[in-house]
C-alpha cells in the first residue's frame, strides 16, 4: 500500500474543532442528554437537604420507584411509512394552547433548590409556550410570578388550610393576577412520611450543622447564590421556623370535604383541576361535580407511600370520565417516551416536576430551558419514530404495558 504525508488542504474538509465553551454552567449543561443527566449534575451541586427534598418520597419511596417502573415497562408499537416529515406537539389545554403535551408543576420551597427558584421555572415555560403552575408552598409571590411571566400561562396551586379565609384571600390574589386555572390539591389531609427531610433536619431556613457544613463545603455556588440574594419570600406566608414536615402539618386541613371544592369551584372565575385524583370512583365523582380536568397524581410518591400508579390507573380513568372533563397525569415522568407514552394512553395533558427541578438545580433558568428542549426533542422523535405527526394520533395500540405489577386473583 502506498502511503504519503497528508496536506493540509486534503485535511481540512475532514477533521473540524470544537470551539471551547468557557462558560461552566453552558459546558456542564450541554453535556445533559437525559433528564438524569440533569439529576447527576444537580446532585453535585446541591447540598443534601435540599436535594433530597426534591428527589426523595414516603416511608419506602415505593410509590415512586413503581410509578418509574410503570414506565419503563411500556412497549411501543410503532407504524412504518408514515410521512413524519413535520411534528405537532402543540393541544389546547384548558381553553388555551400549550406548545407540548406537559407543563411544569406545582412544586414547594423551590428557592431552597436554587435562588432562581420559581421566576426560572415561569420565565422558561413562558417562552416555550407552556403552562406554569406555583405551588401555595413556593418561595416568590403569587404577583412577582405573574410580572415575570405576563404572557404565558400560569396556574396556582391551592392547599386548603385550616384558615378558609387565608386560603380564599390566595385565591383572589391568584385570580386578580391573571392566573388562569386554579389547580386544588386534595391528598394532602396530612403531609406524608419524607423521612429524608426528617433525617436531613430539613428546615425553613436551613439549620447548620456540622454536617451540613461540611456537605456544603464543595458546593460554595449554592451557599453564596443563596446568602446574597433576597430573603425567601413564600407564596403564601412571611416566614417559619420550623422543619417543612411541622409546617405541613400545621397547614394541610383533614377535613376538606367535596363540599369544600364546591365552595371553592364557586368562587374562582376561571378553570379548575383537581390534583391527587387515585380512584375511579372519585374520577366519576368530580365529573359530575363539574370540575373542568383532574389530575392522576400520587404527589410524585411524596404521601401515601404504595399508593395506585397514575399509569396504570389512567385508561380505566379515561374510559370512565373521559369525555366529561380533561384528564392529566403526573408522578415518574423522566423522559419524552413518558409523556408519549401517557398520551397514547389517553391523557390529555402531563405535568413535570423533578424532571424541571433538576434542571433548576443543575443550572437555574439555562438549567430549566434546557430540561424542557432534552423534553421536547425526546416527544419529537419518539413520535416520529411511532409513525404519527400529531397528538391525536397517538392511542392506545402504540403502547403495550408490560406485566410486571398486577393485582393477585383473591
Known amino acids: 500500500m502506498k502511503r504519503q504525508l497528508p496536506k493540509r488542504r486534503d485535511l481540512a474538509p475532514l477533521l ?16 445533559a442528554l437525559t433528564i438524569e443527566d440533569l439529576r447527576r449534575i444537580a446532585k453535585r451541586r446541591t447540598p443534601k437537604p435540599a436535594f433530597d427534598y426534591t428527589d426523595g418520597a414516603a416511608d419506602g419511596e415505593v410509590s415512586l420507584a413503581r410509578a418509574r417502573e410503570a414506565f419503563a ?3 411501543f408499537n410503532p407504524a412504518i411509512l408514515r410521512d413524519v416529515s413535520h411534528v405537532d406537539t402543540s393541544r389546547d389545554v384548558l381553553g388555551a394552547p400549550s406548545a407540548l403535551p406537559f407543563g411544569i408543576a406545582p412544586t414547594g420551597f423551590t428557592r431552597m433548590m436554587q435562588a432562581e427558584g420559581e421566576i426560572a421555572g415561569a ?20 404577583e412577582d410570578v405573574a410580572a415575570a411571566n405576563p404572557d404565558g400561562r400560569n396556574w396556582f396551586q391551592l392547599y386548603m388550610w385550616k384558615d378558609r379565609d387565608r386560603s380564599m ?3 383572589d390574589r391568584a385570580a386578580k393576577a391573571g392566573y388562569d386555572t386554579l389547580l386544588v390539591t386534595v391528598d394532602v389531609p396530612v403531609a406524608g412520611a419524607r423521612l429524608r427531610d426528617v433525617r436531613n433536619g430539613m428546615t425553613i431556613p436551613p439549620t447548620l450543622t456540622p454536617r451540613t457544613v461540611a456537605n456544603a463545603i464543595p458546593r460554595p455556588a449554592w451557599w453564596i447564590n443563596f446568602l446574597t440574594t433576597e430573603p425567601l419570600a413564600f407564596a403564601s406566608l412571611d416566614s417559619w421556623s ?10 394541610f386541613d383533614p377535613t376538606v370535604t367535596y363540599e369544600d371544592l364546591a365552595w371553592i369551584r364557586d ?20 365529573a359530575d361535580a363539574g370540575v373542568d380536568a383532574i389530575v392522576l ?15 396504570h390507573l389512567l385508561p380505566q380513568v379515561v374510559k370512565e370520565v373521559g369525555s366529561d372533563l380533561e384528564v392529566h397525569l403526573d408522578t415518574g415522568i423522566m423522559s419524552g ?29 439555562p438549567g430549566v430551558d434546557r430540561a424542557i428542549e432534552i423534553l421536547r426533542g425526546q416527544v419529537e422523535r419518539t413520535m416520529r419514530l411511532l409513525g404519527v405527526s400529531t397528538l391525536d394520533e397517538l392511542e392506545p395500540g402504540h403502547v403495550t404495558q408490560l406485566a410486571r405489577l398486577g393485582p393477585r386473583p383473591l
Not at 473540524?16 to 453535556?31: G, W
Not at 420565565?123 to 403569587?142: C, H
Not at 397524581?297 to 399509569?311: E, K, V
Not at 397514547?344 to 437555574?364: D, N, Q, V
Open 267 to 286: 368562587q374562582w372565575p376561571g378553570k379548575v383541576s383537581v390534583k391527587g385524583v387515585q380512584t375511579v370512583a372519585d374520577a366519576r365523582r368530580l
Open 16 to 31: 473540524t474543532f470544537k470551539k471551547p465553551t468557557l462558560s461552566p454552567r453552558e459546558r456542564r449543561l450541554a453535556s
Open 73 to 75: 415497562d411500556v412497549q
Open 123 to 142: 420565565t422558561a415555560a413562558g417562552a416555550a409556550g407552556i403552562p406554569f403552575s406555583l405551588s401555595t408552598m413556593g418561595t416568590t409571590s403569587i
Open 337 to 365: 417516551q413518558d409523556i408519549v407514552a401517557a398520551v397514547a394512553h389517553g391523557a390529555h395533558f402531563t405535568l413535570i416536576g423533578r424532571a424541571y427541578l433538576y434542571g433548576l438545580m443543575a443550572g437555574g433558568r
Open 169 to 171: 384571600a390566595l385565591v
Open 242 to 251: 420550623g422543619t417543612v414536615a411541622d409546617l405541613l402539618d400545621t397547614m
Open 297 to 311: 397524581s400520587n404527589h410524585g410518591g411524596r404521601q401515601l407511600d404504595r399508593a395506585p400508579i397514575p399509569f
